[in-house]
């Protein structure tokens, strides 16, 4: 059984650096083909897709965010690490992490609220 | 980067209607698009991959078309369970979202 569950701070004060962790189970990063992205959603807005991850450690990111974002993996935890910099009320969301095996987002997490505020 | 726009951004419809969702792209994504439900409070799930690819377990009441920049995602015969908020996805280049509809009763 696939799953993914996020994890870090659910506050954090604004200008500070924000790290969340994408802790999963039933499959292997290091397996050809896959991917884990993390993507947010403000509340009462859309989805928004910030990064991604693929099992030959290739990284891509939101062109809008991505000095401040940064992205990483340790296959030997089964976790992804995001990084996010410098952060602002207006990145308050849920943070998400999904699997991308030949059809990304197969499978989510449940999702952690982040606030920022002071 | 590739934009992604829905329509209607809402929609009321009843129990057993058809409803159709389109989602257009700023340029060509090929079949590279998903589509996602999205209830209240929850995680979004698949329902389609590469345009038309019914994922595992959806039910077959939806059912995904469209090539290069116009795609839909059609709901035959709505059901209860299926008010929700519905979201494109292209994988082209990079990711993007599209901004959303809501589908609620009318």
């Known amino acids: 059984q696939v799953t993914l569950r996020e994890s870090g701070p659910a506050l954090v004060k604004p200008t500070q650096t924000v790290t969340l962790t994408c802790t999963f189970s039933?499959?292997?990063?290091?397996?050809?083909?896959?991917?884990v992205s993390w993507i947010r959603q403000p509340p009462g807005k859309a989805l928004e897709w910030l990064a991604r991850i693929d099992w030959d450690d290739e990284k891509y990111y939101n062109t809008y965010l991505k000095t401040r974002l940064t992205i990483s993996k340790d296959t030997s935890k089964n976790q992804v690490v995001l990084k996010v910099t410098t952060v602002d009320p207006v990145d308050t969301a849920t943070y998400y992490c999904?699997?991308?095996?030949?059809?990304?987002?197969?499978?989510w997490g449940q999702g952690m609220l982040v606030t920022v505020s002071s | 980067d590739i934009q992604m726009t829905q329509s209607p951004s809402s929609l009321s419809a009843s129990v057993g209607d058809r409803v159709t969702i389109t989602c257009r792209a700023s340029?060509?994504?090929?079949?590279?698009l998903n589509w996602f439900q999205q209830r209240p409070g929850k995680a979004p799930k698949l329902l389609i991959y590469s345009a038309s690819n019914l994922h595992s377990g959806v039910p077959s009441r939806f059912s995904g078309s469209g090539s290069g920049t116009d795609f839909t995602l059609t709901i035959s015969g709505l059901q209860p369970e299926d008010f929700a908020t519905y979201y494109c996805l292209q994988t082209h280049y990079l990711h993007s979202f599209g901004q959303g509809t809501r589908l609620d009763f009318k």
């Open positions: 999904a699997r991308d095996y030949g059809a990304f987002g197969d499978t």
């Open positions: 340029q060509s994504i090929s079949i590279y």
């Open positions: 039933g499959f292997s990063l290091s397996t050809s083909g896959m991917s």
